[in-house]
Structures are given as structure tokens and as C-alpha cells.
């Protein structure tokens, strides 16, 4: 087993024990003992979150729905049925009184009317309406319509069905005499029903209304749930069992622990497996895997520190924010993925907790994940908060919850802590840049920057090479977006590759204006002088705080290549004893893309720039910088990096076509005759 396989193993085994240590010491698991309802509690216990008391929440609902009074309707067909049953009374009176039915049917007046009466009334009362008249009869009738219309009128409930009196007082401000008030009164006593009945659709709906208005009862965390020495009631016992106090079963909790630790070790294997075949993208370097192990960690111990408060207060935003802008964001989408799962089960969270990290995390995750430039955090910030807030109200929305104080507190509260987590991802890039040797396009953006002191230094000091750099960094950038390289680091690369020439600049041949120090010099010399540029390069990127890589391109650009025109010129001066080795440059080799064709960009300009005279005539751009370009690779100097032939081919056609761009054929135009 290498040592890099060991280490991962080991960062894997820190990691899942750690989220081991930290679920089952959270508020999914707690600790456990036997109670039974009507025991005595042998110690107090204190709330590990806020948990609702049901029975509490209950009672106080069952309360409050007792005072609500019943809804009552009114049954329009019971006044109906009524006025039926007066008008049929009557007009069987009218006609025993008027025909003879009697006759025919072989029976009494009495007996017919009776048994055709819907209304039950005394004999008498029968005698009187038989020897009414019509006249009578139809004033009689009228007035028991009416009086029937106004008691209906007024209601009548179950429990209010003796209207005797009532109807009395009604009859007495009648015309009738006592003996027609009398049979109304018996009449009416026979109809008169309740027509205003329970309406239990409407009172159900009342009391729904009335039980959702009650505010659930809360034990809040670290409020005492029972004390020592307490019976336990099945209240305190519902809720000790919420808050999994109370052990059911001793077996119980080690299946948890089994089944936990095997989601755990799941859930990284496949993190750790993602990141070795992330789509489109190469295998996750070590110190990306280590950079995400602390960071993981470094989570996993701030959710346990701020256990038991709102999920508003959580920063999870900021380990995927760091993520997505130093390594990649569909890395840092699934961390956070992972993130949220322990973290719900840590805390014990709802679908509520769960809906509003996922949805924060990911986009404040392609939000920030994009962002180049430093002085867009505000601009960040604001968006970020803004996404935080609107889903917390949101999601409350969603649930029903009242708009009240604490719910707009929340809100803010969410909105500054999207705010804050974006602030400490900025403040924190140039130091994890600094320890892990990151290169993020803020940072790279930062050091194109013309006004940047040791450029503007280059421009002053070092006119030619600042110009010659300029074509480098264009050559080498357009070659990197080719071959699928990091552009920006190679135009960075190309702009600082040079910079040691700011201390001897009139020793290299593009800022020499008159003559030629070199003319006159040993070649040992020469090339003391002129390999200088490395080392004072190096000095000058480390008194400018460059950047690491930066300074691996300056120290690469060269490679371990020989000088070859002061090697020859001191072959020709003191003969054959003179060795290859005593003109080479230090090195490294390249060691990444990026500084390999800084390498092939910089000595491709120079040769271009100094056989400019001889384009088209003698030699073309693509025999030079084919020439120069496969010299490198059968010298070695690309033995180190990634690149492949395929690479190179494509390296070549961008050099050619940018070259052939910048030094194309020009008109030659006649002179002009002065006479």
C-alpha cells in the first residue's frame, strides 16, 4: 500500500468517525433509561431541543373549542309543511261544510273531517270548524297562517317547542272570539315545530377554526421537562419519549448505531468515488481531498457547537461556497448534499430544516461559485442574504405559519448570515490560497491587472521584455484554451515569467538600444548574467507576494535548457574542454501545462522576433515554430508535465495562427520622389 492510498484511507476513517461521534451525540440520539408511567424519576431532565407537548397542545385546544357555540340553520320546509297542513285543514272543513261527502261515504261530518285532518285537534275544536261558515273559516285560517309565519319567523329550537303562551298572546290581538281563538290555539299547538336546527357542518368548521388559532405548546431546550423525585404522568411521559429519553428497547439503540455508522461509511464512500470520476474533469488532486476533509470536519463540529438553536443560524453555506471557487462547483454541490443529510440528522431536523439548507446551499453554491472578482463581495453578499431570506419566508408561507415579530427577526437574521458566510469565504480565499497553492480566478484577474506595481515596474524598467511578455502571455493563453489548460494562469504566467529582467535589463537583447554589453564580455560571464533573471525574478515575486505557482513558472520557463549561444561562443574562444552542463539553466523542468507552454511561447516569440527580416524569404513561421517546439520535446523539456502529442499538435496550429497574425505581410509601398 503507497502512501497516498494510506492516507486516504486514513482522512476516510477520521471522517466517518467523527460523523459517527457527532450524530449519536446529537439529538437524534440521547440518552436512554427505563421509566414507566407512575414511577418516580430517579434524576431531572432538561429538554435537548424544543419539543412540542402534545397533550398540553390538546387540552388547550379542547378548551378553546368548548367555547364554541353551536351553529344553528333554518329549515324553511318545517313553515312550509305548516302552512300545508293549516290550508289542507281548513278546505277539508269547507268542503264537509259544502258538500255532501258525509253522505256518500256513509259517515258523520266528525268522522270524515277527522280522518282527513293532517292536524290532531279535540272533538269540540272539530264541532266548532264544522259549524263555521266559510267566511269563518277563511278569517280563522289567515290568522293562523300568520301567526305560524311570525313564530317561525322567530325561530324555534329544539328545546323551545312550548309556545302555548306565546300563541295566546298572539290570538288575543286577534278579531276572532274566544271560541275561534281557542281552536287557533289547538291548530297552531299541531303545527308548530322546530324549525332552527343544529348545523354541524358549521359548527365542525367553527371549532377546526378555533383549535388551528391555538399555538401549540412548546418545551423549549433546556426547559425542565420533570424533576427529580416527580411522578411521571403520561404527559411528562409522551414527551420524555419524543425527545428519546425513554429506552423501549435495549436493543434498540445498537441497531441505530449499526445502521447510522453504515449510512455514514455509504454516503463517503460515494463522495470519495465522485470525485474520482466527476464528469469532463480529472481526478481530484490530494491536497483538494485534504483541504475537503478539514473542511468537512470543520462543519461537523460547528453544527455540534451551535446544536439546539434555529436553522437560521447555520453557516452551512460557506464550506460549498470554498469549495465550488477553489476546487469545482458540482464538487461543492454534492459535499453540501452530503452536508445536509448528517447535519438534518444531527439536529433532528424537519422536512422545513432539510428544504431550506438544500435549496440556500446550492444556489448561494452557483451564485458566489462564478464570482472572478474580489470586489463583487458586496454585490455577492446582497444576493446571497436576499436568496436566504426569501426562502425562509417562503417555506413559512408554505406551512401556514402567522407573519409575526419573531417570523420577520428570522428573516433578518437568515439574510445576515448569508450575508456573513459570503464576507468569511472572501476574507479566508488568500489564506487557504496561500497554504494550499490554489489558483483561483479572483486572484489571477487581480495580477493582470496593468496597474499591478511589479507590471508597471516592468513597463518603466524593461520596455522591450514588458512588450515581449505581453505576446507571450497572448500566445500562451490562446494555446491553453486549445488544449484544454487554464488560460487565465498561462496569460498570468506569460506576464510575470520575466520580471528578473528588471534588475539587468539592458542585458537582454529587446531593451538594448545601443550597443551590446555581451560584445565585450566572457561568455561564462554572459550567461551568469543572463541566467540572473531567474533567481532575481524569484526575489522580486517573493518581495511582490506572488503567488506560488507563479513563481514555479518563472523558475520553469527555461527548463533545464542550454544556452546555446554563449555555449558556442565559448567553444569557439577556449576549444573543445568547454561542456554543455556549464551553460545550462538550473531548472526545473515544467511540471504543469501552464508553465510548458509559457516555456514554448517564450522561446517561439524570441526566435520569431529575431529572424523577423527572414519571414517568407528563407524560412516560414510554421518551420519555426514547428522547429522550436518538437526541439523542446526531444530535448526532455516536456518529460514532466501532462502533455500529450496530441497536445502538442494543437499547441503548434495556435501558434501558428496567432503568429501569423502578428507578423503578416505588409504592402510595400513606393517612394515617394521629393521633386
Do not use: W
Request: hydrophobic share 45%.
Amino acid at each position: 500500500m503507497n502512501k497516498k492510498v494510506y492516507l486516504k484511507i486514513v482522512c476516510l476513517a477520521i471522517c466517518v468517525i467523527s460523523t459517527f461521534l457527532a450524530v449519536i451525540s446529537g439529538n437524534f440520539f440521547t440518552k436512554k433509561v427505563s421509566l414507566q408511567i407512575g414511577q418516580i424519576a430517579k434524576e431531572t431532565v432538561y429538554a435537548p431541543f424544543q419539543v412540542e407537548n402534545e397533550i398540553a397542545t390538546n387540552r388547550k385546544r379542547e378548551l378553546s373549542e368548548k367555547g364554541v357555540l353551536p351553529k344553528y340553520k333554518v329549515d324553511i320546509k318545517v313553515q312550509e309543511k305548516a302552512v300545508s297542513d293549516i290550508e289542507m285543514l281548513f278546505e277539508y272543513a269547507i268542503s264537509v261544510n259544502t258538500t255532501d261527502i258525509a253522505e256518500r261515504l256513509g259517515k258523520t261530518p266528525l268522522e270524515v273531517l277527522r280522518s282527513r285532518s293532517p292536524i290532531g285537534l279535540y272533538r269540540d275544536e272539530f264541532d266548532t270548524l264544522l259549524a263555521a261558515n266559510s267566511d269563518d273559516l277563511n278569517t280563522l285560517k289567515e290568522v293562523c297562517i300568520q301567526t305560524a309565519a311570525m313564530l317561525f319567523e322567530q325561530g324555534i329550537q329544539e328545546d323551545d317547542v312550548q309556545k302555548t303562551q306565546e300563541i295566546r298572546n298572539y290570538l288575543v290581538e286577534t278579531q276572532l272570539n274566544v271560541t275561534y281563538q281557542k281552536v287557533a290555539e289547538g291548530i297552531l299547538s299541531g303545527v308548530i315545530r322546530p324549525n332552527v336546527i343544529l348545523d354541524e357542518v358549521a359548527t365542525n368548521a367553527a371549532k377546526k377554526l378555533e383549535r388551528e388559532k391555538v399555538d401549540p405548546v412548546f418545551i423549549l431546550q433546556g426547559e425542565k421537562i420533570i424533576e427529580r423525585g416527580t411522578r411521571v404522568t403520561e404527559e411528562t411521559y409522551n414527551v420524555l419519549e419524543k425527545v428519546g429519553y425513554l429506552e423501549t428497547n435495549k436493543n434498540t439503540k445498537y441497531k441505530h448505531y449499526l445502521g447510522i455508522g453504515v449510512l455514514i461509511f455509504l454516503v463517503l464512500i460515494f463522495l470519495l468515488r465522485y470525485s474520482k470520476r466527476m464528469p469532463n474533469k480529472k481526478e481530484l488532486q490530494d491536497k483538494h481531498i485534504y483541504l475537503m476533509v478539514i473542511l468537512y470536519l470543520l462543519s461537523l463540529a460547528i453544527t455540534r457547537m451551535m446544536l439546539g438553536r434555529p436553522f437560521v443560524y447555520l453557516p452551512l453555506a460557506v464550506i460549498p461556497i470554498i469549495i465550488a471557487l477553489l476546487i469545482d462547483i458540482d464538487m461543492a454541490v454534492i459535499m453540501h448534499m452530503v452536508l445536509v443529510i448528517f447535519v438534518s440528522i444531527i439536529f433532528k431536523g424537519d422536512i422545513l430544516f432539510i428544504v431550506y439548507l438544500m435549496i440556500t446551499g446550492i444556489m448561494n453554491t452557483l451564485v458566489v461559485g462564478n464570482m472572478q472578482e474580489r470586489k463583487k463581495t458586496m454585490q455577492s453578499a446582497l444576493i446571497v442574504g436576499s436568496i436566504q431570506l426569501v426562502t425562509y419566508l417562503a417555506l413559512k408561507l408554505f406551512i401556514g405559519a402567522e407573519m409575526n415579530m419573531n417570523i420577520v427577526i428570522e428573516s433578518g437574521i437568515a439574510f445576515a448570515i448569508g450575508m456573513i458566510c459570503v464576507i468569511v469565504v472572501v476574507g479566508t480565499m488568500p489564506l487557504l490560497e496561500s497554504a494550499f497553492g490554489f489558483v483561483t480566478p479572483m486572484q489571477l484577474l487581480e495580477l493582470t491587472n496593468p496597474n499591478q506595481p511589479l507590471l508597471k515596474r516592468l513597463l518603466l524598467e524593461a520596455t522591450g521584455t514588458y512588450y515581449h511578455s505581453l505576446l507571450v502571455a497572448n500566445l500562451a493563453e490562446t494555446a491553453a484554451d486549445a488544449i484544454g489548460a487554464n488560460p487565465l494562469l498561462a496569460r498570468v504566467g506569460g506576464y510575470y515569467h520575466d520580471i528578473g529582467k528588471i534588475t539587468c535589463s539592458n542585458y537582454f537583447k529587446e531593451n538594448q538600444t545601443l550597443d551590446n554589453p555581451h560584445e565585450a564580455m566572457d561568455p561564462i560571464k554572459s550567461y551568469q548574467m543572463i541566467i540572473s533573471h531567474i533567481t532575481c525574478g524569484l526575489n522580486l515575486a517573493s518581495e511582490y507576494n506572488l503567488p506560488v505557482y507563479i513563481k514555479d513558472i518563472i523558475k520553469e520557463h527555461h527548463g533545464t535548457s542550454v544556452m546555446q549561444y554563449f555555449y558556442m561562443k565559448a567553444r569557439e574562444q577556449k576549444g573543445s574542454f568547454i561542456k554543455e552542463e556549464q551553460f545550462r539553466y538550473k531548472g526545473p523542468k515544467p511540471r504543469t501545462k501552464e508553465a510548458a507552454l509559457v516555456m514554448l511561447a517564450d522561446v517561439v516569440e524570441a526566435t520569431i522576433r529575431a529572424m523577423q527580416d527572414k519571414l517568407g524569404l528563407e524560412v516560414t513561421i510554421e518551420q519555426i515554430v514547428t522547429r522550436m517546439v518538437k526541439q523542446k520535446l526531444e530535448e526532455g523539456q516536456l518529460d514532466d508535465c501532462e502533455l500529450y502529442i496530441s497536445d502538442i499538435d494543437k499547441i503548434i496550429d495556435s501558434f501558428i495562427k496567432m503568429l501569423k497574425g502578428m507578423y503578416h505581410e505588409r504592402i510595400q509601398y513606393p517612394e515617394r520622389d521629393e521633386k
